[in-house]
């Protein structure tokens, strides 16, 4: 037996390969992920100030007090009478949980009626428009009805016009997250109303 080696041919060695550099990152993808991280952030943001508003204005409470500047409540039976009915009919169009209703006079003929209640109330806006609909559907249709500035207490409020057998009837509705009112100014016009309704919510509604 021979002990010449065998030969088995050339034989090649792997050459090392090189580390893979990592891939940079899409700029597409980097923008897509800052985008839906912004949009989270407000989102909370939103949440947080909703969660703020509810808590901030839940607890309301609304009063009749004797006077609200030159105007005087009237304590007279047709007056608690209308009163009353005010409240049975805001009552079967909105769900409140204490409702309130008075009756203001000003020399001039110049009445205010103001009626309203407590509860939370998740979307102060959709409420407030259905409260309106109490009035259009007695009334007829508020016309105009615009927001008008709703003041430190928040919340929003709308002015606007029905029709009355004197003429135009102007008529202001506030809400919140834990109230809801409205108020006819017969004999006024809405630029009286709007900031007398203004003056009228902070010297009714407390926190």
Not at 10 to 37: D, F, W
Not at 71 to 86: Q, R
Request: proline share 6%.
């Amino acid at each position: 037996m021979s002990d010449a080696p065998i030969d088995i041919g050339p034989v090649e060695l792997a050459e090392e390969q090189p580390e893979t550099a990592p891939r940079p990152r899409s700029k597409a993808r980097m923008i897509v992920l800052s985008s839906l991280l912004v949009a989270a952030v407000g989102g909370a943001g939103v949440l947080g100030y909703t969660a703020w508003q509810i808590s901030s204005q839940k607890d309301a409470q609304l009063a009749t007090p004797d006077k609200i500047g030159s105007l005087t409540l009237d304590t007279s039976e047709d007056a608690k009478s209308t009163a009353d009915y005010l409240q049975t009919a805001l009552a079967a169009e909105v769900d409140l949980d204490k409702t309130v209703a008075a009756v203001y006079t000003e020399p001039g003929d110049k009445n205010v009626l103001i009626f309203g209640g407590t509860t939370l109330i998740w979307t102060p806006e959709d409420d407030l428009d259905t409260a309106f609909n109490l009035i259009s559907d007695n009334q007829g249709a508020v016309t105009d009805l615009h927001d008008v500035p709703a003041g430190d207490l928040g919340g929003t409020m709308k002015c606007g016009t029905t029709k009355s057998d004197s003429g135009e009837l102007p008529v202001c509705g506030w809400a919140d997250h834990g109230s809801l009112a409205l108020a006819m100014f017969p004999n006024r016009t809405l630029a009286d109303a709007t900031p007398l309704f203004q003056q009228i919510r902070t010297a009714v509604e407390s926190r």
